[in-house]
T-cell receptor, first 112, second 114 residues
Framework: QQPVQSPQAVILREGEDAVINCSSS?????VHWYRQKHGEAPVFLMI?????EQMRHEKISASFNEKKQQSSLYLTASQLSYSGTYFC?????????????FGAGTQVVVTP | GAGVSQSPSNKVTEKGKDVELRCDPI?????LYWYRQSLGQGLEFLIY????????KSGLPSDRFSAERTGGSVSTLTIQRTQQEDSAVYLC????????????FGNGTRLTVT
């Protein structure tokens, strides 16, 4: 099953913070986060592995709660360049090695 | 180095025709994925190939869809008897065979079925 992302969309002013959540109904082995700007391909941000540490990409960080089967992406002191659609991709512990399924995405708009 | 290359970038076809979409992965990447993205929607998993193993076809929406990967490199996604609901952007991605490796996406093929 696809992971569920929330919220569907968020509008921020430059410098504000936001949190995007990604939840799964199954036990997860890993979570990937990607950002897609309009008309472009998704670009990798970070990977969180079961038992791994919290990751960071610039002022964007993420955590992985294995017990809750949930990952959260934190946009801190948002910049205009953070605008785009954020996708989480998950692999379940019982999935084949490469099977990644993505959530529906969270559209982020950062305004001046 | 070169990224994932997809062709054509745009394809307009008539309903009922067959189409072939091509993906050239990054050299040395053993895993290759196809996803479909409908307008404003998420990434729908279609199929993935890993080396010489049998592909995971569990995401293909119907038997009109098929994909092959020749020589562990280039992949072709074929859609037979296209329908209007097949209109979408078809994204290909590749990755190295390690657990902490990311997917590298191509720019996609925008398919429009008229």
């Amino acid at each position: 099953q696809q992971p569920v992302q929330s919220p569907q969309a968020v509008i921020l002013r430059e410098g504000e913070d936001a949190v995007i959540n990604c939840s799964s109904s199954k036990a997860l082995y890993s979570v990937h986060w990607y950002r897609q700007k309009h008309g472009e391909a998704p670009v990798f941000l970070m990977i969180l592995l079961k038992g791994g540490e919290q990751m960071r990409h610039e002022k964007i960080s993420a955590s992985f709660n294995e017990k809750k089967q949930q990952s959260s992406l934190y946009l801190t002191a948002s910049q205009l360049s953070y605008s785009g659609t954020y996708f989480c991709g998950t692999r379940g512990t019982t999935d084949s090695w490469g099977k990644f399924q993505f959530g529906a995405g969270t559209q982020v708009v950062v305004t001046p | 180095g070169a990224g994932v290359s997809q062709s054509p970038s745009n394809k307009v076809t008539e309903k009922g025709k067959d189409v072939e979409l091509r993906c050239d992965p990054i050299s040395g990447h053993t895993a290759l994925y196809w996803y479909r993205q409908s307008l404003g929607q998420g990434l729908e998993f279609l199929i993935y190939f890993q080396g010489n193993s049998a592909p995971d076809k569990s995401g293909l929406p119907s038997d009109r869809f098929s994909a092959e990967r020749t020589g562990g490199s280039v992949s072709t996604l074929t859609i037979q008897r296209t329908q209007q609901e097949d209109s979408a952007v078809y994204l290909c991605a590749s990755r190295r065979t390690v657990d902490n490796s990311p997917l590298h996406f191509g720019n996609g093929t925008r398919l429009t079925v008229t």
